[in-house]
């Protein structure tokens, strides 16, 4: 009796997409990466119920042309790169050509795109990956807006792996502020259960530390210390023009957990332990045992030095050279604290109690509560949204202005 049997392709497709999309952010991820790669200079991320009902993701980049909207549900199609030694002079967060595959296959899309060279949109239907259900001409913006239905409809035994509303919400807001610190010439808006209000906003300036601002509070904003220069050149005969820039905070603002070490490699959010204890090597002895602080550090190298085929979600990443990575990232951390005012004068220190004193009258006063933290802040916002009314997104956001991105799909 044979044991061995070549599994059927929808099969094979929803084992691959499962290495892409595990969860509602998987999917706000590559989508927003896609609207990145695209030239985008404006993104809105809408969500219902934490991503439970839907994921709406809207762009005004280049859109794709009639003719390759069926092309970009194919596995492995990508505009991206043509061969494999594209990779040692990779430009784009993309590359694999999985990620609406793998969207497509456990869930119900619409696409709605325009290409920047066509005088007419494309819209079109899919289901499962596989089933072609419609496809028109349509008349819309420049740009390209994909919603995506009832995730998991194909796969029951995923569905009960999404957790609650807040739960899901607060995952997607973690992938949406991972882009926002890093593109801040980029603005980016995240909407929940057809809200008029965003619950995030950024304003698209080309600023960091604004970007952090409208990420994360003024209060974070005000103990960080822009990242310098290392004081003498990294000894490296393999690395030429390695650069290390963003911001790290001073050693009293800490957390017990790694969640805002924000980690950067030619703009791609990446998960490096190398780069973590590079981090925390570079404070010395200023940080406790068990606390880690506020980070965004930014590396740039030549792509060649670095390989980011390692997993399909593209957050692993190893380097040719680490030694040398790890001394840039050290020298770059250290000199920047050397250098800084880490002692407060008495007036600044009463000056901050005051601005803290009102802000927190503010939170109270905005979430009906005592003075809370921003994150605790946003808890309460989210637990708001299971209890108020749903109002309608006004008519000039559901039909596009001059100032705001058309969010709706084209009917």
């Given at each position: ?5 070549v599994l ?5 497709s929803?084992i691959?997409?499962?290495?892409v999309v595990?969860r509602p952010?998987?999917?706000v ?5 896609n609207s ?7 993104v ?16 005004d980049?280049?859109g794709?042309?009639e ?8 596995k492995h ?5 043509t061969?494999?030694e594209?990779?040692?002079?990779l430009?784009t967060l993309?590359?694999?050509g999985e ?7 456990v869930?119900?899309?619409e696409?709605s795109?325009r ?18 259900k419609e496809r028109?001409?349509i ?15 194909n796969l ?9 509303e ?6 997607i ?7 926002v ?5 980029i603005k ?6 057809e ?6 906003s ?20 005000r103990e960080l210390i ?7 050149p990294?000894?490296s ?7 290390v820039?963003g911001?790290?905070s ?7 957990t790694?969640?805002h ?5 030619n703009?791609r ?12 090597r ?8 068990y606390?880690h602080?506020?980070?965004?550090v930014?590396l740039?190298?030549?792509?060649g030095?670095?390989?980011v085929?390692i ?9 040719y ?6 001394h ?18 008495v007036?600044?220190?009463e000056?901050?109690?005051t601005?803290?004193a009102?802000?927190g009258?503010?939170?109270?006063k ?7 933290g921003?994150?605790e802040?946003i ?10 009314g749903?109002p ?6 559901a039909?596009?202005d ?7 799909p084209?009917?």
């Amino acid at each position: 009796m044979r044991g061995i049997f070549v599994l059927e392709e929808q099969t094979i497709s929803k084992i691959a997409a499962g290495e892409v999309v595990d969860r509602p952010a998987s999917v706000v991820k590559e989508l927003i990466e896609n609207s990145i790669d695209a030239g985008c200079r404006r993104v809105a991320v809408e969500i219902g119920k934490g991503g439970r009902d839907y994921i709406r993701v809207t762009d005004d980049g280049c859109g794709i042309s009639e003719e390759d909207v069926e092309t970009a549900f194919e596995k492995h199609a990508t505009s991206k790169i043509t061969r494999i030694e594209d990779l040692a002079a990779l430009q784009t967060l993309g590359f694999r050509g999985e990620a609406l595959p793998s969207i497509a296959a456990v869930s119900r899309i619409e696409l709605s795109t325009r290409h920047e060279s066509e005088g007419f949109g494309t819209y079109m239907r899919v289901e499962g990956g596989v089933e072609l259900k419609e496809r028109r001409r349509i008349t819309r913006a420049v740009g390209t807006t994909i919603e995506v239905k009832s995730l998991f409809y194909n796969l029951p035994a995923r569905i009960g792996t999404i957790k609650s509303e807040s739960t899901e919400l607060r995952h997607i807001m973690d992938v949406c502020i991972n882009y926002v610190v890093i593109y801040p010439e980029i603005k980016f808006e995240l909407f929940h259960d057809e809200k008029e209000k965003p619950i995030m906003s950024t304003l698209g300036n080309g600023e960091m530390l604004d970007a952090i601002v409208n990420a994360y509070g003024s209060s974070i904003a005000r103990e960080l210390i822009e990242l310098n220069e290392p004081d003498s050149p990294v000894a490296s005969s393999h690395i030429v023009g390695i650069q290390v820039g963003g911001y790290i905070s001073k050693p009293a603002l800490v957390y017990g957990t790694k969640r805002h070490l924000h980690t950067y490699v030619n703009r791609r959010f990446v998960r490096s332990e190398l780069m973590n204890k590079a981090i925390r090597r570079g404070y010395g002895t200023l940080l406790a045992k068990y606390t880690h602080p506020f980070v965004v550090v930014a590396l740039y190298i030549e792509p060649g030095e670095i390989n980011v085929n390692i997993h399909p979600k593209k957050h692993e990443i190893s380097f040719y050279h680490p030694t040398e990575v790890f001394h840039a990232i050290v020298e770059s951390v250290s000199a920047t604290l050397r250098h800084a005012d880490l002692i407060p004068e008495v007036g600044d220190v009463e000056k901050e109690k005051t601005r803290e004193a009102t802000a927190g009258a503010e939170r109270a006063k905005l979430f009906g509560g005592p003075d809370v933290g921003r994150w605790e802040a946003i808890e309460a916002l989210q637990t708001s949204f299971q209890t108020e009314g749903t109002p309608e997104i006004s008519e000039s956001r559901a039909e596009g202005d001059s100032g705001s991105l058309d969010i709706r799909p084209a009917p």
